[in-house]
C-alpha cells in the first residue's frame, strides 16, 4: 500500500532553509571569495540531503524525489550548455583578437568620467537588439570589463553597470525569453506587459544612470593612475589591430536579433573567432601553441585549446594581463558544478511540498495591493534563493498568484510587471542561481562583488513596491467595465 503523504509544517519547511543559509554563512567566513570552488556546491547538497530526509519522513518516495531532482537538473540543461559554448566564445574571441580590439578602440572613445554609464547604456540597447542579457555580458560585457579596468575602475563597479544595462534591455526586449514568460504565466499579451512595464523600468534604469553619472565625474583612480598609452601600445604588440575584427561580434547579434535559438548563434559566433584566428593573429596562435614550424599543428592546438582550457597571451604590461587570459569551456566547470546542486536542492524543496508550504504562508498576509505586490516580490526573490532559477521565480509565483490578483480585481497585467521587477531582476544576485553564478564566470567578477553595484537589479522590485504602496498606476479590472458601458459600471451599480 501507498504510504499517506502528510504536509509540511511551516517549521519542517524552513529547516533545509536554515542549515542552507548556516552554512553558506560559514563558507564566506572560512573560505572568502572562493566559496565557488567547492564550499557553497557541498553546503547545497547536505541541504538538500536534510530536506531528503525530512521527505521521506512525510511519507513522499525516494524514487518520486530523484524524479524531481532529475526533472530540476533537466530545467537548468540549457543554461548549463550555453555557458560551456560562452566559455569557447571566449576563449576564441581572445585568440581572434575580437577582444582586445573592442577594449583598444574602446579606451580612445569612452572617457572615464562617462564610462560607467556608456556601459549601462551600450549594454542595454544590445540587450534590447538581441533579447539576451547572458549574450550582452558575454561578448560587449568582457570587453566593457577589459576597458573599465584598464581605467582603473573597481571591477564590481564595472560589472555592476554591465549587469544593470544587460537586465534592463533583457527585461524590456520582446526577444526575451522571460518578456514572454511573465505575461504568459500572467495571463496577458507581450506588448501590454511591456508598455505597462516603463512605469517602473523607466525610473529604475534613470536612477541608475544618474547614479553612475554621479560615480563617473566623482571617479579618483587613487594611487593607481592608469596608463592608457601604454595599455593600447600592449595591445598593438602582441596582436593584429584592426576594425574588420568587429565583424564577428556584429555577426553574432545580427544571427541573434534574427530570433535563431541561442546555442547554435553562440556556437557560430565561437567557430568565427576560430577563423579571424586563423587568418588574422598567426602570431598568437603560434604563442599559444609553442610551434612556430608547422602552423598546420600550432593551429589546432591553439584553437583546441582556446576552446577547452586555458591560454594567456604574454605580456610586460600587468595592467591587462587577466585581460589577455581566459579559462575556456575548462573555466566554466565550478559554475556549472554550483548549478546542479542548487537545483538539486531545489529540486527536493519541490518535491517535498516545502517550497509550496513556505510561499503560502505568506499569501495569508498580503491583505492590501501593496502587500500583495510586496508579497509577490519577496515570493520571486525566495524562489530565486530555493530554487536557483529564474523561470522558476517567475513560474510559480505566476501561477500561485494569478488567482488572487483577478479576486483582487488587478489586471493580470500587474501580476507579470511584478514577476519581471522581482523574478528576472534579482536573479543575478544570487550567487549559486544559475544567473548569478554565470555571469560572475563569465565576468570574473564574484556575485556579491558587483551585488552593491547593480543598482538596477536592486531598485526594481523596491519600485514595483513602490508604486503598488501609492496606488500608482495599477490597473483595475473594473476600468475595462466603465469604459466598454460608457463611463457606467452596470455590474456595480457606481457612475463615474
Given at each position: 500500500?501507498?504510504?499517506?503523504?502528510?504536509?509540511?509544517?511551516?517549521?519542517?519547511?524552513?529547516?533545509?532553509?536554515?542549515f542552507?543559509?548556516?552554512?553558506?554563512?560559514?563558507?564566506?567566513?572560512?573560505?572568502?571569495?572562493?566559496?565557488?570552488?567547492?564550499?557553497?556546491?557541498?553546503?547545497?547538497?547536505?541541504?538538500?540531503?536534510?530536506?531528503?530526509?525530512?521527505?521521506?519522513?512525510?511519507?513522499?518516495?525516494?524514487?518520486?524525489?530523484?524524479?524531481?531532482?532529475?526533472k530540476?537538473?533537466?530545467?537548468?540543461?540549457?543554461?548549463?550548455?550555453?555557458?560551456?559554448?560562452?566559455?569557447s566564445?571566449?576563449?576564441?574571441?581572445?585568440?581572434?583578437?575580437?577582444?582586445?580590439?573592442?577594449?583598444?578602440?574602446?579606451?580612445?572613445?569612452?572617457?572615464?568620467?562617462?564610462?560607467?554609464?556608456?556601459?549601462?547604456?551600450?549594454?542595454?540597447?544590445?540587450?534590447?537588439?538581441?533579447?539576451?542579457?547572458?549574450?550582452?555580458?558575454?561578448?560587449?560585457?568582457?570587453?566593457?570589463?577589459?576597458?573599465?579596468?584598464?581605467?582603473?575602475?573597481?571591477?564590481?563597479?564595472?560589472?555592476?553597470?554591465?549587469?544593470?544595462?544587460?537586465?534592463?534591455?533583457?527585461?524590456?526586449?520582446?526577444?526575451?525569453?522571460?518578456?514572454?514568460?511573465?505575461?504568459?504565466?500572467?495571463?496577458?499579451?507581450?506588448?501590454?506587459?511591456?508598455?505597462?512595464?516603463?512605469?517602473?523600468?523607466?525610473?529604475?534604469?534613470?536612477?541608475?544612470?544618474?547614479?553612475?553619472?554621479?560615480?563617473?565625474?566623482?571617479?579618483?583612480?587613487?594611487?593607481?593612475?592608469?596608463?592608457?598609452?601604454?595599455?593600447?601600445?600592449?595591445?598593438?604588440?602582441?596582436?593584429?589591430i584592426?576594425?574588420?575584427?568587429?565583424?564577428?561580434?556584429?555577426?553574432?547579434?545580427?544571427?541573434?536579433?534574427?530570433?535563431?535559438p541561442?546555442?547554435?548563434?553562440?556556437?557560430?559566433?565561437?567557430?568565427?573567432?576560430?577563423?579571424?584566428?586563423?587568418?588574422?593573429?598567426?602570431?598568437?596562435?603560434?604563442?599559444?601553441?609553442?610551434?612556430?614550424?608547422?602552423?598546420?599543428?600550432?593551429?589546432?592546438?591553439a584553437?583546441?585549446?582556446?576552446?577547452?582550457?586555458?591560454?594567456?597571451?604574454?605580456?610586460?604590461?600587468?595592467?591587462?594581463?587577466?585581460?589577455?587570459?581566459?579559462?575556456?569551456m575548462?573555466?566554466?566547470?565550478?559554475?556549472?558544478?554550483?548549478?546542479?546542486?542548487?537545483?538539486?536542492?531545489?529540486?527536493?524543496?519541490?518535491?517535498g511540498?516545502?517550497?509550496?508550504?513556505?510561499?503560502?504562508?505568506?499569501?495569508?498576509?498580503?491583505?492590501s495591493?501593496?502587500?500583495?505586490?510586496?508579497?509577490?516580490?519577496?515570493?520571486?526573490?525566495?524562489?530565486?534563493?530555493?530554487?536557483?532559477?529564474?523561470?522558476?521565480?517567475?513560474?510559480?509565483?505566476?501561477?500561485?498568484?494569478?488567482?488572487?490578483?483577478?479576486?483582487r480585481?488587478?489586471?493580470?497585467?500587474?501580476?507579470?510587471?511584478?514577476?519581471?521587477?522581482?523574478?528576472?531582476?534579482?536573479?543575478?544576485?544570487?550567487?549559486?542561481?544559475?544567473?548569478?553564478?554565470?555571469?560572475?564566470?563569465?565576468?570574473?567578477?564574484?556575485?556579491?562583488?558587483?551585488?552593491?553595484?547593480?543598482?538596477?537589479?536592486?531598485?526594481?522590485?523596491?519600485?514595483?513596491?513602490?508604486?503598488?504602496?501609492?496606488?500608482?498606476?495599477?490597473?483595475?479590472?473594473?476600468?475595462?467595465?466603465k469604459?466598454?458601458?460608457?463611463?457606467?459600471?452596470?455590474?456595480?451599480?457606481?457612475?463615474?
Open positions: 500500500m501507498d504510504r499517506e503523504i502528510k504536509s509540511p509544517s511551516i517549521f519542517q519547511a524552513l529547516i533545509p532553509l536554515f542552507l543559509i548556516l552554512f553558506l554563512s560559514l563558507n564566506v567566513y572560512f573560505f572568502g571569495d572562493d566559496t565557488l570552488g567547492g564550499a557553497n556546491q557541498i553546503a547545497l547538497i547536505i541541504a538538500a540531503a536534510i530536506g531528503s530526509i525530512i521527505s521521506v519522513k512525510l511519507g513522499h518516495k525516494w524514487l518520486d524525489i530523484r524524479k524531481q531532482i532529475i530540476s537538473i533537466s530545467s537548468a540543461m540549457p543554461s548549463m550548455l550555453i555557458l560551456m559554448i560562452i566559455g566564445l571566449a576563449g576564441t574571441w581572445l585568440l581572434s583578437g575580437v577582444i582586445p580590439a573592442m577594449v583598444y578602440y574602446g579606451l580612445q572613445i569612452l572617457h572615464p568620467s562617462i564610462f560607467l554609464v556608456a556601459s549601462v547604456i551600450i549594454c542595454a540597447l544590445v540587450s534590447v537588439a538581441t533579447g539576451s542579457s547572458w549574450s550582452t555580458v558575454a561578448t560587449i560585457g568582457i570587453a566593457l570589463l577589459g576597458i573599465g579596468t584598464a581605467l582603473g575602475f573597481n571591477t564590481g563597479a564595472i560589472a555592476g553597470a554591465i549587469i544593470s544595462g544587460a537586465y534592463f534591455g533583457d527585461k524590456m526586449s520582446p526577444l526575451s525569453d522571460t518578456t514572454n514568460l511573465a505575461p504568459a504565466m500572467a495571463g496577458t499579451d507581450i506588448f501590454t506587459h511591456i508598455r505597462y512595464m516603463i512605469y517602473t523600468t523607466g525610473p529604475s534604469i534613470l536612477i541608475t544612470i544618474v547614479i553612475f553619472l554621479v560615480m563617473g565625474f566623482t571617479f579618483d583612480a587613487g594611487t593607481v593612475q592608469p596608463d592608457i598609452e601604454g595599455t593600447l601600445a600592449a595591445i598593438k604588440e602582441n596582436f593584429f584592426h576594425p574588420v575584427l568587429f565583424v564577428v561580434p556584429v555577426t553574432l547579434i545580427v544571427i541573434i536579433v534574427r530570433k535563431s541561442p546555442l547554435p548563434s553562440l556556437f557560430a559566433g565561437t567557430m568565427l573567432g576560430v577563423i579571424f584566428a586563423l587568418v588574422f593573429q598567426p602570431q598568437v596562435i603560434e604563442q599559444i601553441s609553442g610551434i612556430d614550424d608547422n602552423f598546420a599543428m600550432a593551429s589546432y592546438i584553437v583546441m585549446r582556446s576552446m577547452f582550457g586555458s591560454i594567456e597571451v604574454h605580456t610586460d604590461h600587468a595592467q591587462i594581463a587577466d585581460l589577455f587570459s581566459t579559462g575556456g575548462a573555466g566554466m566547470m565550478n559554475t556549472i558544478w554550483l548549478i546542479i546542486t542548487a537545483m538539486v536542492f531545489g529540486g527536493v524543496m519541490e518535491a511540498g516545502m517550497l509550496v508550504k513556505i510561499t503560502k504562508s505568506i499569501i495569508r498576509f498580503a491583505k495591493t501593496g502587500s500583495l505586490v510586496a508579497t509577490t516580490a519577496a515570493t520571486c526573490l525566495f524562489f530565486n534563493v530555493t530554487a536557483s532559477d529564474q523561470y522558476i521565480s517567475i513560474v510559480v509565483p505566476g501561477r500561485m498568484f494569478a488567482k488572487t490578483y483577478r479576486e480585481d488587478l489586471k493580470p497585467e500587474v501580476l507579470s510587471r511584478t514577476l519581471e521587477d522581482s523574478g528576472t531582476v534579482t536573479s543575478v544576485l544570487v550567487p549559486w542561481n544559475t544567473c548569478g553564478a554565470t555571469q560572475a564566470a563569465v565576468l570574473g567578477v564574484p556575485t556579491l562583488t558587483f551585488l552593491p553595484y547593480a543598482y538596477f537589479n536592486m531598485i526594481s522590485p523596491f519600485m514595483t513596491m513602490f508604486m503598488a504602496a501609492f496606488n500608482i498606476k495599477i490597473r483595475k479590472i473594473s476600468e475595462d467595465k469604459t466598454a458601458n460608457g463611463n457606467l459600471d452596470i455590474s456595480e451599480g457606481k457612475e463615474e
